[in-house]
C-alpha cells in the first residue's frame, strides 16, 4: 500500500535565471553616486564606487547603442577618476588584486611585477591625488577588470567618435598620419554571422577558431 502512496514527479529543467549584472553595477554605481553626495569625503562610499564604476565598464554591452549611452559613459569616466584623487594605490589592490602573471619581461608586456613598480613608485600609502596619476596607474594596473575597463573606455571614446564624425581612434589616427592602410569595419548581419567591410564596400567573412575540444572530422 505505501508503495502505490508513493510516485516519483518529474519535473520540468529549471533553467538557472540570468543575472543582470549590468543592471547590479549600474544600480549600485547610482546608489553609491548619491549616497557620496551627503558624505563626500566618505572612503568606504570612494572604494564601494571605484568597484562599482569597473565593474559596470567591464560588462556593460555598447553595441548599437546611441550617442547619449556613450555621452554617459565618458560622464562615468570623469567620475571614476574624480574618486580615485581620494584613494592610495593600496585601495586598488585591496578592490582588484593585481594579477599573479609573473612573466612579462619575456613577452614584452605588463605583468605583476611592472604593476607593483608602478604603485611603488607612486607610492602605496599616498592619496592618488591626481586625474593624471588615476589615469596612469588605471593604464599600469595588471587585473581582469581593471584591464577590460581599459578596453571598454577605448572604444567608447572609439565609437562616440565615429558617431560624430564618421570616424573611429584608428581610422582618424591612419588617415592624420597618412598611412597607406586598409581599414575594415566589424558588423553582423541578422543571422548572427559576423563579417568586414573594407572601404569600397567588400566583404569578408569572419572565421571563428574552433574551440580546442573540438576537432574537424576527416
Known amino acids: 500500500?505505501?508503495?502505490?502512496?508513493?510516485?516519483?514527479?518529474?519535473?520540468?529543467?529549471?533553467?538557472?535565471?540570468?543575472?543582470?549584472?549590468?543592471?547590479?553595477?549600474?544600480?549600485?554605481?547610482?546608489?553609491?553616486?548619491?549616497?557620496?553626495?551627503?558624505?563626500?569625503?566618505?572612503?568606504?562610499?570612494?572604494?564601494?564606487?571605484?568597484?562599482?564604476?569597473?565593474?559596470?565598464?567591464?560588462?556593460?554591452?555598447?553595441?548599437?547603442?546611441?550617442?547619449?549611452?556613450?555621452?554617459?559613459?565618458?560622464?562615468?569616466?570623469?567620475?571614476?577618476m574624480d574618486t580615485m584623487k581620494?584613494?592610495?594605490?593600496?585601495d586598488m589592490m585591496t578592490i582588484f588584486p593585481p594579477a599573479k602573471t609573473y612573466d612579462g619581461e619575456k613577452w614584452g608586456i605588463k605583468d605583476y611585477f611592472t604593476t607593483m613598480a608602478a604603485l611603488n613608485e607612486h607610492g602605496i600609502d599616498k592619496q592618488i591625488g591626481t586625474e593624471e596619476a588615476a589615469l596612469n596607474l588605471l593604464w599600469d594596473f595588471m587585473n581582469p577588470s581593471v584591464m577590460k575597463y581599459r578596453v571598454k573606455i577605448m572604444s567608447v571614446?572609439?565609437?562616440?567618435?565615429?558617431?560624430?564624425?564618421?570616424?573611429?581612434?584608428m581610422e582618424r589616427f591612419i588617415e592624420d598620419?597618412?598611412?597607406?592602410?586598409?581599414?575594415y569595419r566589424a558588423y553582423t548581419d541578422n543571422k548572427g554571422k559576423s563579417f568586414l567591410l573594407d572601404e569600397n564596400g567588400k566583404s569578408i567573412p569572419v572565421i571563428k577558431r574552433l574551440p580546442r575540444y573540438l576537432k574537424l572530422a576527416k
Do not use: C, W
Open 1 to 80: 500500500m505505501l508503495k502505490n502512496l508513493l510516485r516519483l514527479i518529474k519535473g520540468g529543467k529549471k533553467e538557472k535565471p540570468v543575472i543582470d549584472y549590468e543592471r547590479i553595477y549600474l544600480e549600485g554605481m547610482i546608489r553609491t553616486m548619491e549616497a557620496k553626495k551627503l558624505d563626500f569625503d566618505n572612503k568606504e562610499l570612494a572604494q564601494r564606487l571605484f568597484f562599482y564604476i569597473v565593474k559596470y565598464f567591464e560588462v556593460v554591452e555598447m553595441e548599437n547603442k546611441s550617442l547619449e549611452n556613450h555621452e554617459s559613459m565618458i560622464v562615468f569616466n570623469h567620475v571614476l
Open 157 to 169: 571614446m572609439s565609437n562616440l567618435n565615429r558617431l560624430e564624425t564618421g570616424q573611429g581612434l
Open 177 to 183: 598620419q597618412e598611412l597607406n592602410l586598409p581599414v
Open 86 to 90: 581620494g584613494l592610495t594605490p593600496e
